[in-house]
């Protein structure tokens, strides 16, 4: 696993020229029409609205692949806050070359900071708690990798990087495990599936099972999965399932995940119910974009 600062530039570089293919495909014929092949200029990025930056070496690297030889400055560093008109970068170079990936890089910057502000709203909010951010597999495809880095760099952590890293059951296996064995048998339904998940796994993958009752969460806490999801519950549920684990003395052995409708105005409120984590799809799949603009520096004669 990465470090939170660290991001993976071959990885970066495959996914920035795929997304300038797609927008300049044949050419800038704007740029190319109006502007001459030597002019060089100098420009800067400026934040428009307060908030947490990231994806600054993912601008940077759009830049390079346009022109090599372009220079850019950066004012700021991903996971600082910035507010409106704050200079947090600066560029020279080729002016076709900067204009025809300006919104490129400006697109980056600015889903990637909305991520990285909204997780870290939510972060300050259970800062005091102990409970940990987590965000979901619900992302933009092919930019998964940004996108929970973004959610790091706002102080949140990454749950399942894909289907092949760790064991989550949810309704649908139990559904589909419950025809497979002949039965709708709950309490034999969670067993056995946790149980048969522990058996066909390595011993150093995580299982994790999701459950929507508090009997559900009974009868998985019998089985010791390493997590269970508690989804969709009111926090009301959610105490009467820590207190059901403290009775059982699997504070420490089994861990309580809280999905589902989780907001900024109620995170709070999960928080304070004993659980140690706290997952969000709208993390990185309802985020607001942050606001750059690119504005080209007037020399003067």
């Known amino acids: 696993m990465l470090n939170v600062n660290e991001l993976n530039m071959k990885r970066v570089e495959r996914i920035v020229r795929f997304t300038i293919k797609e927008d300049v495909w044949t050419g800038d014929i ?6 001459d092949a030597e002019l060089e200029v100098d420009a800067v990025i400026l934040s428009r609205q307060k908030g947490i930056v990231c994806g600054m ?9 346009a022109d090599p030889d372009i220079r850019f400055r950066p004012m700021v560093k991903d996971g600082e806050k910035v507010e409106p008109d704050r200079e ?28 990285a502000t909204e997780t870290g709203k939510f972060v ?3 800062k005091d708690t102990g409970v940990k951010i987590f965000d979901t597999r619900k992302t ?37 495990f419950g025809m497979q064995r002949k039965t709708r048998n709950t309490e034999s339904i969670v067993k056995n599936i946790i149980r048969a998940a522990r058996e066909d796994v390595q011993k150093n993958i995580l299982v994790e099972i999701e459950v929507e ?43 309580f995940e809280v999905s589902g409708g989780i907001t900024l105005d109620n995170v709070r409120s999960y928080a304070s119910t004993g659980v140690d984590i706290i997952s969000s799809g709208s993390l990185t799949s309802r985020p607001n974009s942050l606001d750059f603009s690119l504005e080209v520096i007037l020399r003067d004669k």
């Open 213 to 255: 009752t508090l009997k559900e969460c009974e009868y998985a806490l019998s089985e010791k999965p390493d997590v269970i999801m508690l989804d969709n519950m009111k926090p009301d549920l959610v105490v009467k399932a820590v207190e059901l684990r403290k009775k059982l003395a699997l504070e420490k052995t089994v861990k």
């Open 88 to 115: 947090i970068a600066f560029i020279e170079g080729n002016a076709q070359a900067i204009l025809r990936v300006e919104r490129v890089a400006l697109n980056f910057l600015s889903y990637m900071s909305g991520i």
């Open 140 to 176: 933009l495809p092919l930019h998964r990798y940004l996108q929970k880095y973004a959610v790091r760099i706002g102080g949140g952590h990454n749950h399942r990087w894909g289907l092949w890293d760790m064991v989550l059951i949810k309704d649908n296996h139990l559904r589909a």
């Open 57 to 65: 070496a993912v601008a940077e690297k759009a830049f390079n692949v």
């Open 124 to 126: 300050e909010l259970v």
């Open 30 to 35: 704007t740029s190319d029409a109006v502007l």
